[in-house]
């Protein structure tokens, strides 16, 4: 079977010819296939989206907000049918996925209040006589291009609020995992929301760059690889676009002398290794303060040893495969050239093989130790199970290395004091930071994103800023002059309050 893309509230082929593979990753093998969409099938769904967009901004705020309750009682009673989907073409486990599920939905609780958030701000008497009040309008059309490790959760992330905001939206999804996004359209479809609002047009870099200079298109979310995010905000600010560009990471945990070593070991396995370390908030460095090192390693190691893994749809399984098999290479190489460079394998999960899915994209978790920051073990997001150990001798020496790095996403200290709390989460240079938390991912009420090479643009992702994104203000200054007979002459010189 074949995914077509969605546009206009009905699945269309398209006019292009090529095909990409969707695999299964626990069975290496292709599952499906999807249509890799051409300009003009950008261009299609821009059209669409532009005429919706008219008749949708000037739908009621509060029928606005009813279709997104609507869609929001769709995705609790599909969250299943999503999380299979998602396990089954990313590879991550059913309640892995059935998580990513439930955070994206609440973005979706988040925009059923909109009427409470695009209300306005109004001042009285600002000059005698004079009013003034400002409020949002949207934008008209917004594009989302999203990667392949949340495939629901991420697209949740933009179009929720960019539709509620009155825009219509048109998501370019991972290729690698375009399933959930077909079944996201029809349930917008089912909730009442009008056709041509939410179009999805599959594709790769040509879809990509077709949606970032198609006129039609007014603002780009986006969320992917640094390098990927820098090209997409270069390209879509030259084309005079409004732009986010999200990319990526590599997460510190600072472990220090006084932190309780069992649960930081526990929570940094679970953080490192969940979702085979494909997240953008995965801890892939871990910073051992001081003395904690030996220890702190070695309760590492013994739970790491225990993890299962195996086809995220199974059972008990802990872990699942890497998305594609140049993924798994890759991550192997990086663990090889670590060794290389002189750190020790304390686990090493390159040779696991997993019974009856020899085929599957699988390798085991990875700790790493005596690393050291030059290394390309700890340069390069990794982007796979792979947790890597660094040693410092201070918190000054641990924020030191953390601000040297040039990503910003997330980071995290555990820790028993107050003090180094607060120290912390003052000096790092890191968008999103946990205490006692290593996945601190803000909820949708708030916003999210990183700093440095995390995060090209202005506005962080969903939350307030989001509305603010998907919108722009208006201040509009009045008066209501009582009619006379004898009329005041308006000065010439520039207005003053009186
Ligand atoms: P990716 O950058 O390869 O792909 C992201 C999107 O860009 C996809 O839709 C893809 O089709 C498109 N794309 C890929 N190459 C392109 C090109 N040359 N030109 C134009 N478009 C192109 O990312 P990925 O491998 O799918 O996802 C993993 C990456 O995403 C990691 O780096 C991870 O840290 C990052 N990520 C970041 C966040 C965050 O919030 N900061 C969240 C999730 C993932």
Request: proline share 6%; hydrophobic share 45%.
């Amino acid at each position: 079977m074949t995914y077509d893309h969605w546009i206009g509230g009905t699945s269309v082929p398209g006019s292009g010819t090529r095909l990409g593979d969707v695999f299964d990753p626990a069975l290496g093998a292709v599952r499906r296939l999807v249509r890799l969409g051409t300009a003009a099938d950008v261009d299609a769904a821009v059209r669409v989206a532009r005429a919706a967009a008219g008749s949708w901004a000037q739908t009621s705020v509060t029928a606005r907000s009813r279709i997104m309750f609507a869609f929001r009682e769709l995705l609790v009673r599909h969250e299943d049918e999503l999380a299979v989907v998602i396990s089954s073409e990313h590879g991550k486990t059913l309640d892995d996925a059935r998580g990513e599920v439930v955070r994206g939905r609440e973005v979706v609780e988040f925009a059923c209040g909109i009427p409470q958030l695009l209300k306005g701000a109004f001042s009285d008497q600002v000059s005698r006589g004079v009013d003034s009040h400002s409020f949002r309008q949207p934008l008209g059309v917004v594009a989302g291009i999203t990667p392949f490790n949340f495939p629901v959760m991420v697209p949740l992330w933009m179009h929720p609020l960019a539709i509620a905001c009155g825009n219509a939206f048109v998501l370019k999804p991972s290729e690698r995992v375009p399933g959930a996004s077909d079944l996201v359209a029809r349930l917008y479809q089912r909730a009442g929301l009008p056709d041509g609002v939410f179009n999805v047009v599959h594709g790769d870099k040509v879809a990509v760059d077709a949606l970032l200079s198609h006129p039609g298109v007014d603002a780009v979310s986006f969320v992917g690889s640094t390098p990927i995010a820098r090209y997409v905000h270069a390209a879509a600010s030259r084309a005079g676009k409004r732009v986010q560009a999200l990319g990526g990471a590599k997460n510190h945990a600072v472990v220090m002398p006084d932190a309780d070593l069992e649960f930081a070991a526990d929570h940094i396995v679970a953080a490192g290794y969940g979702s085979a370390g494909q997240r953008c908030m995965a801890i892939s460095a871990v910073v051992a303060v001081g003395s904690v090192a030996d220890d702190l390693v070695e309760r590492i190691r013994e739970r790491t040893l225990r993890i299962a893994v195996g086809p995220g749809g199974a059972d008990g399984v802990e872990m699942g495969p890497v998305v594609t098999a140049a993924a798994r290479d890759r991550i192997a190489g990086a663990v090889e050239r670590g060794a290389k460079d002189g750190a020790t394998v304390v686990v090493d999960g390159r040779d696991l093989v997993v019974a009856g899915h020899e085929d599957g994209f699988f390798i085991g978790p990875t700790l790493l130790d005596h690393v050291s920051p030059s290394m390309d073990a700890y340069r390069d997001e990794i982007f796979g199970p792979v947790l890597t150990v660094l040693r410092v001798p201070t918190l000054d020496a641990a924020i030191e290395l953390i601000n040297a790095n040039p990503y910003g996403n997330g980071t995290a200290v555990f820790t028993s004091s107050g003090h180094v709390a607060r120290e912390f989460e003052r000096r790092v240079e890191v968008g999103m930071i946990g205490v006692n938390v290593p996945v601190p991912v803000p909820m949708a009420f708030h916003s999210f994103g990183g700093w440095k090479q995390s995060l090209f643009g202005d506005h962080h992702i969903h939350g307030p800023e989001g509305v603010a994104f998907y919108t722009r203000a208006k201040v509009v200054t009045t008066r209501w002059p009582q009619v006379r007979r004898e009329v005041e002459r308006a000065p010439l010189a520039f207005p003053t309050v009186s």
